[in-house]
């Protein structure tokens, strides 16, 4: 309760016969709250969302609602950002496959200076235009940025994002091994790499998922290379599919479908036993009846017929492939216990400390391959020049990378080749765009605590919000 003094005015003539008294500091005209108070609600509404900011509130005794919160943040206005020189870009979802946005960060203060609406050329062109004093602007390899930057800022020095460098690399990686897959194929699996316990389906409606998922990635599989016998391009096929790009440049490529392999076994209740199984068969038992009984006397709770699954992928990875333990429908003759071309891209880009045995073992089996082996020598050329910055050791590789005997080699190559100055200055500059994709990881999960509903005003401005700023 906050008592006030009431006081008159003794002039007839004045228009305020009657006025109370006020406390500027603390308390603003027809506040019906004080600044103490609001400045709290600003910055749990700015912490949180505004549901989860009433909720925190009324555990201090402060009665609020999640529209009054909205109505402060919205009402906070921000502080006028200086613009540094070193600046990094990159593009986020507003609406994944629909909209997008781009994040501006200084480099040198680490803090996010703008969110554009857009990524296009066209979008991004006219803020950058406004601040000709940005001298360096890291990026990811996306040609609009590039054209905006090329117009807006001929002086500033582009810079490539090394992340994404590596990324390019993986991907690289994944082409060669979707070409080379069907070879790999034919090479004999040492028995250290096949799987040590059989994937077996814990019910036939597992198995009828796994069938239908299958026929449907068979089915997407042939339209792609029935547009791509046809002449269409993969950028082409994408816009005629309306599906993602990457997914159909891997089937595009892939000269056969690419079978998932089999991952890790789910826990089941057979998990416990599967030791004494595997010792029983061993032993020569491979009668389902009595694997059954003998686990039931052990404590075993489920079913004859998981037992009885159990066993049949046991045989099966015993001589066949152990994909056929995993798809009813027909699989193509040259599978293997090799893993998906994914996978075994990676085993060629990391470096060589962080691979397990299992990894290292895989790798060497992979590398039989020439094809295989050329693309491994040159990818670990390039990750160890641009880990060292060393961009002597760069030129030489585009060198020999441009007169590979692989296409896609040659076509990543040409495609550094274009952008030389700008790929280059990731061997030189000390600048990344690392930490702009860690303001984006932040953007993702201020998104989030709105469940996604919030506006592209609301969001901006709880980014761009500095809480020392009010």
Partial sequence: MLTVR?????????????????????????AHRTTRLTQLMRRVGFEVSAESGRRILRFMRVCTSGDTLLRIVKGTPLQPRTVGKVLGVDDWAIRKGHRYGTIVVDHESRQVIELVT???????????????????VTRDRSRDYGSALDSALPHAEQVADRWHLLLNLRQLAERVIASAYRR?????????????????????????????????????????????????????????????????????NAAEFPERMPGRAPHSILTPYLDTLEARFQA???????????????????????????????????????????????????????????????????????????????LKHILQDDVVAHCHRLIHRFRQALHDRD???????????EKSSLKQIRSFAKSLRDDYAFIRAA????????????????????????YGRASFALLRLKVLYQPSST
């Fill in 6 to 30: 009431r006081f008159r005015c003794c002039n007839s003539a004045c228009a305020k016969q009657t006025f109370v008294e006020r406390f500027p500091d603390w308390l603003p005209f027809y």
């Fill in 118 to 136: 857009g990524r296009m050329s066209e979008d991004i062109q006219p803020w950058f235009a406004a601040h000709p004093e940005v001298e360096i």
């Fill in 184 to 252: 790999l194929k034919q090479f004999p699996v040492p028995p250290e790499l096949r799987p040590q316990r059989p994937m077996y389906l814990r019910s036939l409606r597992e198995q009828g998922r796994r069938d239908t998922s299958r026929q449907r990635r068979l089915d997407y599989y042939n339209e792609v290379q029935r547009l791509k016998r046809e002449g269409l391009t993969a950028s082409q096929v994408m816009m005629h599919l309306g599906r993602n790009y990457y997914t159909v440049r891997f089937f595009y």
């Fill in 284 to 362: 020569g038992i491979v009668n389902v009846g009595q694997l059954y009984e003998e686990m039931a006397a052990k404590g075993y709770k489920g079913s004859k017929g998981t037992v009885g699954r159990w066993l049949q992928a046991r045989r099966l990875m015993g001589g066949e492939d152990p994909v056929v333990a995993a798809t009813s429908l027909p699989i193509t003759d040259t599978s293997s216990a090799i893993p998906s071309s994914l996978k075994l891209a990676w085993l060629l880009v990391l470096p060589d400390a962080k691979l397990t045995e299992r990894d290292q073992a895989m």
């Fill in 391 to 401: 961009s002597d050791d760069f030129d030489r590789w585009l060198q020999t990378a």
């Fill in 427 to 450: 061997f030189t500059s000390p600048w990344s765009n690392g930490h702009t994709e860690g303001q984006i990881t932040r953007l993702k999960f201020i998104k989030r605590q709105m």
